[in-house]
């Protein structure tokens, strides 16, 4: 059999399924108001969330290091792909979580992989919320250590874990900070009295958090006012450059450098994708007024929905699941909001549980209210048609 016809039908088997994937192409820069595969559309699913992606002071920070050291890193951070805007960075994105230290890995993915592969060992657990992150999963998989799934934010389920797994060496509680799928914000605060109480580490995936919940964007150690033993995020999101991150103690970060296999056989990012995301950090340490209009769209938007009478899950975030149920039900209202200018993807089972297909929005601080505005009467004439609400 020739390796395309046995491709072929695997993918056969996924489209049939219905969750075959494809690729959209966005011209320009990374707004609100696109093109999308050649259509004006308003997306709803960046995460963007403070517009710092086209920021012209994270572009000019980018060009003048762009100049200085050129287009690549030229190789891993241990040979000769440092430059002092990876030190300059990590000393800032440090100070910014309130750690000794922190390390830059390519991406977040390559964090949670390089973090979970690399520390727990052979005589540890790994006890993991049920909805995190793939990148979380993929680490617990190439770890030594067992893993237990707990499930999503239940503390009485976690506690049960934790009493079942007194036979470990050591115990490690990973949650995202802010959950991707469903918006929820993990009780950061009950997960570390927990960890005390059972002498567990805690280890934060803050992804979605950083540079949105907290008084300064802190993540949701701010948010909750608590110290875990280890924050790892990605610079991808509100940061809107690119990179991923590990921060704790200075004595873990070492240990990083010198075990977590991410780290060692990996190309740096470029110095300028560095330089951005340090700007991005001054903005965001500076000014609480973006994050304050996300937040008030965040309100604005979650409230009108459920006065309209959608089920929508999740905390205030910026992650928005508003739940149709129905799969096919779901796809047809995703195409009806991109006949209006909208694009929101459908989530469908086997990504969310069957039955609680889902449109999931992203709300970014670059909206206008005039986008608000046509959101939420779309929302309203499309679930009026499909006998939605
Ligand atoms: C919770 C969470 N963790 C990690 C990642 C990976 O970050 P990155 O895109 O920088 O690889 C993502 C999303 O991409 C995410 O949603």
Known sequence: MKIDAWLNERLDRIKEAGVYRNLRTMNGAPIPERKIDGKNQTVWSSNNYLGLASHSRLISAAQEALQQFGAGSSGSRLTT?????????????????????????????????????SLPEKEDVILSDQL?????IDGCRLSMADTVVYQ???????????????????????TDGIFSMDGTIAP?????????????????????????????GGGTSEYFGVCPDIVIGTLSKAVGTEGGFAAGSAVFIDFLL?????????????????????????IIETSGEKR????????????????MGYLVKGDHTPI?????????KTVTFAEKLQDKGIYAPAIRPPTVALGESRIRLTITADHKTSDIDHLLTSFHSIGKELHII
Not at 82 to 110: D, Q
Not at 265 to 281: D, G, L, N, V
Request: aromatic share 8%; proline share 2%.
């Open 81 to 117: 792909g440092n430059s002092v805007w990876h030190e300059k960075l990590e000393k800032k994105i440090a100070g910014f979580k309130r750690t000794e230290a922190a390390l830059l890995f390519s991406s977040g993915y390559l964090a949670n992989v390089g973090v979970l592969s």
């Open 132 to 136: 995190n992150h793939a990148s979380m």
């Open 152 to 174: 999503h934010i239940d503390m009485d389920d976690l506690e049960n874990k934790l009493n079942e797994t007194q036979r470990y060496q050591r115990r490690f509680i990973v």
């Open 188 to 216: 950061l605060d009950q997960i570390i009295s927990l960890a005390k109480r059972y002498h567990a580490f805690v280890i934060v995936d803050d992804a979605h958090a950083t540079g949105v919940l907290g008084e300064s």
């Open 258 to 282: 010198n075990h977590a296999r991410t780290f060692i056989f990996q190309t740096a990012i470029p110095p300028a994708s560095c330089a951005a995301a340090h700007e991005a950090f001054n």
């Open 292 to 307: 304050q209009l996300l937040i008030s769209y965040i309100n604005m938007i979650r409230t009108s929905l459920k006065n």
């Open 320 to 328: 928005i699941p508003v739940v149709i149920g129905d799969a096919r």
